[in-house]
């Protein structure tokens, strides 16, 4: 097994930071132009500010509430025959809306039916080679479905789903235009009989566009040739429309542009109602080479004595989010509705041990089971077999964390996380709570910090510089930024040297990325993009893997590439420090490795020992030594790498952290079989209780280990010792469930580097003032529902696994 460095997960995130966030970037690149009331520079623009903003709710007669944010499991859509009729399967197809007054299931069964519909006939015009599937699939649904225009929400539509693309989109309602972004009749030139337009698509194609989450700056429609700015735009068409919704009061859906960084896929995300709250006439950010010339003629309509006048100038509308609904879908990632039917029915199976088959759990049951956790409330459920715990945090999460076991291995004695007092924690403990006085930080964690905080104010003054000669987006996202998300929330490139933990000096010009403040994970990025993780990620599942691995993690929902999945939490501490009380709980099997800026030195002398280790001929019979998991095709094509358009940061000096486990030390008697047995093939029998206890004692019962006899310590134990860690052995969090793996992992790990005085200084951060005791975990790639989720432990977890529990090579 070819040992790859924790830096080699990291790097994989990199040649794709420039790309991310295409679609939706725009201009946006950190812009201090405010609410962009005042951006561009030249002649001062024309302000139409409403004194009070609209709140725009919108028409009551057709306005049907908020639609949730959160979806629960639906009812399987096999059982729903209006769908599968629209899918062209026999019955009946209901071609127009139900009435208002209809439930909210049969108005989400009717989108449903007409997004199944569109798929179908996307998937025909595809195979038959059409030109433009998604063109002629809308239009078939067009003749299929009678779907009035309206403005507001539209019903069976949930903030937040996703669509494959804008036919699709236009398909349903959402945004009735595929190419064009603002969504309006025509008609309404005049501006007398409409209240304006019905929605804006966001998808990058205007320079002037920003979109700071909460604040919207939208470029009105016309003046371009290609992608480029040539002429003024005129208050006609779409920019009269929004004109109107600004005097009317309506507001405008918003369909965001995502495009994923690392498939260059994009999709469509419907994010809510905003209002038009300002709309300002000015100098476009953005021109062409000619137009700096002074013979072009592109742009002297008005210009006197037909020279040439500046810039054009555009419409820009600033939209905001109805009062009640400033949460930005993005932050709440959601089934794609198609995959998630398919996947809803396999979450809502278990294996009938009869007939060893799928057998479809009844719906209602799921749902009762799913929401009473939600509450909080551990609900019973019906049909439990195979969900053994309903919150495995017991409400110190938003969500609630199942523990499933649907491997069929009969194994329902009932989740036990260890056979020690172990206390789920949302975040970190040390000091009092875990009994000890904080640990200290390391010198050398000091001085990274200063490095990190240094190398953040060099970027954002390459940044700020670059931005002011900037003359259209593209040029902008080609400039490596300090800023560690895009638009959508996600984080865009990994950064070995840590991202540093947001905070606001007033007028945001410091503000950073980071991954989470104190309380509730609640970050915020001003100015740059607005932020807010609210929490671990929905749909985390503790499951059983195999008998082998044990237990693992992974989600019923699709997580999105860069998405923040969860912190590594466990109890900050020393190595040594670990079961000084009671040694007899000692366990290496949970333990992250915090201080990595562990002195140049060591880390070396570290290196050089690991790469011996590497080399060392393994004996005969230790492949069982080596992790199951051994590299396989990845199931889903990792991204194709990108060159990167301008260097990163070099990297300053350490590995990412490390899971460090001993051999032979381990408390999960599984792996204790799977490590030391030299006899894979005649497994010892143990029962599925010591699997899920498996202490040491155990593991030493059952298994053909030698007993351990403690011996003198090596370099990289005595190494260890001074770590500073996270043992989420006794406190600890969903993380703490996660694999490892060298080829299939889709997690990558951050450090973060949090600020612990005033979020108001406008200083650059004070090393003194900084805490390094937070690692969170991304996505560095799309991954599927139901997918295993893993990260690389790190080689030192890979040396250990080779070492024999007194650190003797076996
Ligand atoms: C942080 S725990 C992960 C959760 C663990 N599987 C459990 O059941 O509690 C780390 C331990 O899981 C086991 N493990 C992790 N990845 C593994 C893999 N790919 N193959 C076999 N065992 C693995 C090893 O025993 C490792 O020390």
Redesign the pocket.
């Known amino acids: 097994m070819a040992p790859s460095s924790s830096k080699d997960v990291d790097m994989s995130m990199k040649p794709h930071s420039a790309g991310g966030g295409g679609a939706s970037a725009g201009g946006v690149g950190g812009a201090s132009a405010g609410a962009g009331a005042s951006a561009g520079g030249g002649a001062s623009p024309s302000h139409h500010i409403l004194a009070v903003p609209p709140q725009g709710e919108a028409e009551a007669d057709d306005e049907p509430p908020p639609p949730p944010r959160h979806k629960r499991l639906r009812t399987s859509m096999s059982k729903s025959s209006p769908s599968a009729a629209a899918a062209g399967v026999a019955g009946t197809i209901r071609t127009s809306p139900p009435p208002p007054e209809a439930t909210p299931q049969a108005h989400s069964e009717f989108i449903e039916q007409v997004r199944l519909y569109f798929k179908r006939r996307f998937d025909l015009a595809k195979s038959n080679g059409g030109h433009k599937p998604d063109m002629t699939a809308w239009g078939d649904c067009k003749k299929a479905f009678d779907i009035p225009r309206r403005h507001g929400h539209i019903p069976g539509v949930d903030v937040g789903d996703i669509f494959s693309g804008r036919g699709e989109a236009a398909a349903v309602g959402v945004h009735n235009m595929m190419m064009q972004g603002i969504d309006y009749i025509s008609k309404s030139d005049d501006g007398s009989h409409s209240k304006g337009a019905y929605a804006v698509c966001l998808g990058g194609g205007y320079c002037d566009d920003e979109d700071n989450g909460e604040v919207v700056t939208y470029t009105g429609m016309g003046g371009q040739s290609g992608k480029l700015q040539v002429r003024d735009q005129e208050m006609t068409k779409g920019n009269l429309a929004l004109r109107c919704n600004f005097e009317t009061g309506t507001p405008v859906r918003l369909i965001r542009g995502k495009r994923d960084g690392f498939t260059h896929f994009v999709t469509y995300v419907y994010d809510g109602l905003y209002n038009v709250v300002e709309y300002t006439f000015e100098p476009s950010v953005a021109t062409t080479k000619k137009a700096d010339a002074a013979d072009d003629t592109t742009n002297t309509e008005n210009g006197e004595n037909g020279k040439y006048k500046g810039p054009p100038r555009v419409y820009k509308f600033k939209l905001v989010p109805v009062k009640g609904e400033s949460n930005v879908s993005f932050l709440a990632p959601s089934f794609k509705r198609i995959g998630l039917r398919y996947m809803e029915k396999f979450v809502n199976t278990r294996i009938d041990k009869t007939t060893n088959r799928r057998k479809e759990i009844p719906a209602a049951a799921e749902d009762q089971g799913m929401e009473g956790a939600a509450a909080g409330a551990a609900a019973p459920h019906p049909d439990s077999a195979n969900v053994l715990v309903h919150d495995l945090s017991k409400g110190a999460e938003p969500y609630p964390i199942r523990v499933v076991n649907d491997t069929g291995d009969g194994d329902l004695v009932g989740f036990k996380p ?1 056979n020690v007092p172990f206390t789920y924690v949302a975040t970190s403990v040390q000091g009092v709570e875990a009994g000890r006085s904080p640990a200290p930080i390391s010198r050398r964690a000091r001085e990274a910090i200063s490095e990190v905080a240094a190398a953040t104010a060099q970027m954002d003054e390459k940044r700020e510089d670059s931005h002011r000669r900037a003359f259209g987006k593209q040029f902008v996202n080609a400039v490596p930024s300090r800023r560690a998300y895009s638009l959508d929330g996600l984080l865009k490139q990994s950064s070995e040297e840590g991202l540093v933990e947001t905070w606001d000096d007033g007028d945001a010009k410091h503000a950073r990325a980071a991954t989470g403040g104190d309380a509730g994970m609640t970050f915020h990025v001003h100015n740059e993009s607005t932020f807010t993780a609210r929490s671990i990620h929905p749909g985390l599942e503790v499951y059983k ?1 195999s008998e ?5 993690l992974r989600c019923r929902q699709r997580i999105l590439a860069g998405a923040y999945v969860c912190d590594y939490v466990g109890e900050v501490c020393r190595d040594l420090e670990r079961g000084e009380n009671s040694p007899e709980l000692l366990s ?3 333990i992250m490795s915090l201080d990595h800026y562990i002195e140049h030195g060591t880390h070396e002398n570290a290196k050089m020992l690991l790469a011996t280790e590497m080399k060392s001929p393994q004996k005969p019979g230790s492949a069982a030594v080596a ?3 051994e590299p396989e095709p990845a199931p889903f094509p990792l991204p194709a790498p990108v060159p990167a358009p301008a260097p990163a940061p070099a990297p300053l000096s350490s590995p990412l952290p490390v ?1 460090v ?1 001993r051999k032979g030390s ?1 408390t ?1 008697a ?2 204790a079989t ?2 030391t047995s030299d006899h894979p093939s005649t497994p010892t029998k143990k029962t599925p209780l010591d699997a899920l206890e ?1 202490s040491a004692a155990a593991a030493n019962a059952t298994t053909s280990d030698p007993p351990s006899t403690p011996t003198k310590k090596t370099v990289l134990d005595t190494l260890e010792d001074y770590l500073l860690c996270l043992d ?1 052995y006794q406190y600890g969090n969903v993380a ?6 060298k080829g299939r992992t889709n997690l990558i790990l951050q450090p973060i580097f949090t600020r612990t005085d005033s979020k108001q200084a406008s200083s650059a951060p004070d090393p003194s003032s900084m805490q390094f005791y937070r690692i969170a975990l991304f996505a560095t790639r799309d991954i599927e529902p139901l997918e295993e989720l ?1 990260y690389d ?1 790190g080689d030192l977890y890979w040396a250990k696994l080779r070492k024999g529990a007194d650190g003797r090579e076996e």
């Open positions: 260890l893997v082998e691995k044990g237990w693992g290496d099997e949970y992790c199951k998991d899971i486990a381990g999960a599984t792996t799977v490590i498996g989420a703490r469930y996660i694999n490892t793996s893993l432990y």
